[in-house]
């Protein structure tokens, strides 16, 4: 089970805007609407902030936003705050036999 | 409250067992899929396991063979039995739940140490 390729590192200041990609195959992000975003603090537990390559759980702000094209799945935050420094995890489903598959995950730096 | 408890985990030498519990409150556990994730330290997450609400039950290369998922619809409650444990098997287990393809409760997780 391959992972998906992710940037290890995004940085961004106050009030712009980063996109963290993520990148998989044809077999897996290509294949499925089925794209999810985790944010995790340092000693926390993560937390899901985009769903179905696009949805938003209640709750989470409007500036997180997810899309995919092809093989590649965005996440988009805008209007950068303090507290959206975090690693990031995108994960899709991928079929049978690997299921689900996880992103190394991107380190994002509010500077 | 709507919680996931994980327990279980604690140091254990290579080739030993251990068994991981999940106990789920505030929602009805029998509708839902549940899963197991771990994140070794430093690292990224890693899925590892899944059980769906009619016992259809799916694992990562990593743990075939070796671990198995069970719940108990009776106890609300998910679990891990790990056998013929390696060093890499070190991490933070979390029991998660499966919501609309995506994993939408984590438990707080349970850690495991596998070293002689």
């Known amino acids: 089970q391959s992972a998906l390729t992710q940037p290890a590192s995004v940085t961004g200041s106050p009030g712009q805007s980063i996109t963290i990609s993520c990148t998989g195959t044809?077999?897996?992000?290509?294949?499925?609407?089925?794209v999810s975003w985790y944010q995790q603090h340092p000693g926390k537990v993560p937390k899901v902030m985009i769903y179905?390559?696009?949805k938003r759980p209640s709750g989470v702000s409007n500036r997180f936003s997810g899309s995919k094209f092809g093989n590649t799945a965005s996440l988009t935050i805008s209007g950068l705050q303090a507290e959206d420094e975090a690693d990031y995890y995108c994960c899709t489903y991928a079929g049978s036999g690997t299921y689900w598959v996880f992103g190394g995950g991107t380190k994002l730096t509010v500077l | 409250e709507v919680q996931l408890v994980d327990s279980g985990g604690g140091l254990v030498q290579p080739g030993g067992s251990l068994r991981l519990s999940c106990a789920a409150s505030?929602?009805?556990?029998?509708?839902?899929?549940m899963n197991w994730v771990r994140q070794a330290p430093g690292k990224g997450l890693e899925w590892i396991s899944y059980?769906?609400?009619?016992?259809?039950?799916w694992y990562a290369d990593s743990v075939q063979g070796r671990f198995t998922i069970s719940r108990d619809n009776a106890k609300n409650s998910l679990y891990l039995q790990m056998n013929s444990l390696r060093d890499e098997d070190t991490a933070v287990y979390y029991c998660?739940?499966?919501?609309?393809?995506?994993?939408?409760?984590w438990g707080q997780g349970t850690k495991v140490t596998v070293s002689s």
């Open positions: 998660v739940r499966d919501q609309a393809w995506a994993f939408d409760m």
């Open positions: 505030g929602f009805t556990f029998s509708s839902y899929a």
């Open positions: 044809n077999s897996d992000a290509g294949s499925y609407d089925r």
């Open positions: 059980i769906s609400s009619t016992y259809e039950i």
């Open positions: 179905g390559v696009n």
